[in-house]
C-alpha cells in the first residue's frame, strides 16, 4: 500500500545542481533508514547515500563533497542534494527506504527520476 513518490529530476549542465526529493504516500508509523541509489544504462544499481534516523550518513566515493543527503522526519522525506554534477552522474536514481505501516516493517523503492548532466 505504501508508495515512494519521487520528484527532481531533470536535465542539468555540467557544474550545475539539483535537488531530488522522496516520500512515501500511505499511513506511516515510523522509517528507518533511507537511501538513494542511482543506475546508469548497462551499469549496476549502486547506493549513492543513505542516512539513518538519527542523521548519520554515509557516501559513495564517488559523490563525497558534492552530494548531500538529508532527511525532515516530520515530513517523512529524505533529500538529495547534488552540487557540482558531472556527466558521470547521469542515471536513474531510486529512493529506497525501510516503512513501518499497517503492513509492518517494509523495504520499499521509488520509481526512479532521471538525472542527466550533460551540455
Known amino acids: 500500500q505504501v508508495q515512494l513518490v519521487e520528484s527532481g529530476g531533470g536535465l542539468v549542465q555540467p557544474g550545475g545542481s539539483l535537488r531530488l526529493s522522496c516520500a512515501p504516500s500511505g499511513r506511516i508509523f515510523s522509517i528507518g533508514v533511507m537511501g538513494w541509489y542511482r543506475q546508469a544504462p548497462g551499469q549496476q544499481r549502486e547506493l549513492v547515500a543513505n542516512?539513518?534516523?538519527?542523521?548519520?550518513?554515509e557516501y559513495h566515493d564517488s559523490v563525497k563533497g558534492r552530494f548531500t543527503i538529508s532527511r525532515e522526519n516530520a515530513k517523512n522525506t529524505v533529500y538529495l542534494q547534488m552540487i557540482s554534477l558531472k556527466p558521470e552522474d547521469t542515471a536513474v536514481y531510486y529512493c529506497?527506504?525501510?516503512?513501518?505501516?499497517?503492513?509492518?516493517?517494509?523495504?520499499?523503492w521509488g520509481q526512479g527520476t532521471q538525472v542527466t548532466v550533460s551540455s
Open positions: 542516512i539513518r534516523f538519527g542523521g548519520s550518513t
Open positions: 529506497n527506504m525501510d516503512v513501518f505501516g499497517p503492513e509492518g516493517g517494509r523495504n520499499y
